[in-house]
């Protein structure tokens, strides 16, 4: 009878074949398992923190939007310019009310936008939030960079703007308001001097000009009494029938412009402050108003991070 066969190395390469075996099962059940636990965990989501904080951003400028529009609409209304839109246009400057409108028109849009694109979740909206946040960025800085550069043209610019006014200055209640703080805030008076006040009707010292305040300014060009509490009026009234000489000792002489030009270098830091931080309110809703815009491309598009 023959000898049976050494069984030593059979077993061993038996036993090494069911290891590889097992370890090409162990490989594909990690692969599954990695493969399981990266659809699992790394699907692409719409962060809560920048959709929420994008909607609270453009709340406060909603609102503040809101406010602006009743406030225009409301001052419109007192001075009848609901009823007859033409008073706009026949005044020869410009009523400080079409700018507030203005600026609460934008608000409330672009707040509105923010708001409803956050919550919807909606790319058209955000999009044009952010597009008009950066159009109106770079708008800013354009016109810094151009007043630095064209001081002059600026400056004849504002004069025309100024004196428009000035001729306008009975015509509207919120323009003569506006026109008094400005002279007041800045102990000036007229554009480059009392003289300017020849350019309105009421205070031009013609012949032709019968009124009462002929030859005179307005109260806001005089020097302020502490004594007096209540607000004197009739102040300027036949001011400058007097000397020259004698008109520092009841009324400003420095013209606003002037005055304002002299405001800007000791004031600097604070409007440069004001500027750099309404710049980083901007920049961080185009950050959040991008961010979101990513966030929901990547969900509909499937993508993972």
Not at 105 to 128: D, S, Y
């Amino acid at each position: 009878m023959a000898p049976l066969p050494y069984a030593g190395p059979v077993t061993r390469v038996r036993c090494r074949s069911w290891s590889l075996e097992g370890q090409v099962q162990r490989l594909h059940l990690g692969a599954a398992s990695r493969k399981m636990h990266y659809y699992r965990y790394s699907s692409a989501e719409v962060s809560c923190w920048y959709k929420y904080l994008l909607f609270s951003y453009n709340i406060v400028f909603w609102l503040a939007g809101v406010v602006f529009l009743g406030v225009g609409l409301w001052a419109w209304s007192e001075k009848g310019v609901l009823s007859d839109l033409t008073k706009v246009t026949r005044m020869h400057g410009i009523d400080p009310v079409v700018l507030v409108l203005m600026v609460g028109v934008v608000m409330f849009t672009l707040g509105f936008a923010g708001c409803v694109g956050a919550l919807r979740e909606n790319i058209c909206l955000l999009k044009f939030f952010c597009g008009a946040i950066v159009l109106i960025f770079f708008l800013e800085l354009a016109v810094a960079v151009l007043a630095f550069l064209f001081q002059d043209w600026v400056r004849d610019r504002f004069r025309e703007f100024f004196e428009s006014n000035i001729r306008s200055y009975r015509d509207d209640i919120d323009l003569q308001n506006l026109i008094d703080s400005l002279q007041k805030a800045n102990q000036c008076c007229g554009a480059y001097g009392p003289e300017d006040w020849d350019l309105n009707v009421y205070f031009n010292c013609s012949g032709a000009s019968y009124s009462r305040e002929k030859c005179g300014v307005p109260f806001s060009c005089c020097v302020p009494d502490p004594a007096q509490k209540v607000v004197n009026t009739q102040c300027g009234y036949d001011v400058r029938t007097q000397l020259k000489g004698k008109w520092e000792e009841s009324i400003f002489t420095k013209g606003c412009i002037p005055a304002l030009e002299g405001w800007l270098p000791r004031n600097i830091y604070i409007v440069a402050g004001v500027f750099i931080a309404i710049s980083l309110l901007q920049i961080f809703g185009i950050f959040l108003a991008r961010t979101l815009i990513s966030d929901i491309e990547a969900v509909k598009a499937g993508h993972h991070f």
